[in-house]
Every structure is written in C-alpha cells, then in structure tokens.
C-alpha cells in the first residue's frame, strides 16, 4: 500500500511559477512509476507528466512541454512538478498518482491517488 500526499499548491498571477511535492509512504518508491494528473472543473481528469522508478524517462504533455518539469528524489520519496510560465487555463486540482511499472499516460493504469492540491492561475 502507498499513501501519496500532495503539497505547494495555490494561487499564483499568470506567469508566475510553483513546485509542487508529492511525498509517498513506503520503502520501496523507486519501484513506482509516478504520474501527475490535473482536473480543472467541469472536465475530465487529464495527464500532465509521468516519470520512471530510477527518474531517467519523463513524459509530459504537449499543453505543458517546455514550461513544465518532473522529477523525483528516490531518498527523500518525492515526486515534483516544476511549473513555470503559468497560464490561467492551468487552473486545476493536481493530483500525484503511482503504479508499478513504466512510465503511461493513462489514468487508468495508476494504482495509487494522491488527495490533490489546487492550483489557481489568476489572469
């Protein structure tokens, strides 16, 4: 069982750049592909970034490539997401999410949620 608790969330102008940290439970992180997800209200959840175990494989999506960073600390069990150059359409809960296994995009394939953190993009 992993427990992922999200943090570093808030309100920002447009612009403006945070990082936010999801801390996971157990002793065996590195096992765990990680994934950030975001919803923003009214639509569906959506894929934002994934990283292997070891941290050697990112994948982010289109709609953030460029502004948007992932990374891990396998000593410290936390997964980060860089953002940076924020758009009001960034506007969304994030979520950080686990799975064994490699790096996917699909929500469906993660095992283990996160409770989210809420990010504002003021325009």
């Known amino acids: 069982q992993v427990q992922l608790v999200e943090s570093g969330g808030g309100l920002v102008q447009a612009g403006g750049s945070l990082r936010l940290s999801c801390v996971a439970s157990g002793r065996t992180f590195s096992s765990y592909a990680m994934g950030w997800f975001r919803q923003a209200p009214g639509k569906e959840r959506e894929f934002v970034s994934t990283?292997?175990?070891?941290?050697?494989?990112?994948f982010s999506a289109d709609s953030v490539k460029g502004r948007f960073s992932i990374s891990r600390d396998n000593t410290k069990n936390t997964v980060y997401l860089q953002m940076n150059s924020l758009k009001p359409e960034d506007t969304a809960v994030y979520y950080c999410a686990a799975h064994i296994g490699r790096p996917i995009v699909t929500s469906q394939s993660y095992d283990y949620w996160g409770q989210g953190t809420q990010v504002t993009v003021s325009s």
């Open positions: 990283i292997s175990g070891s941290g050697g494989s990112t």
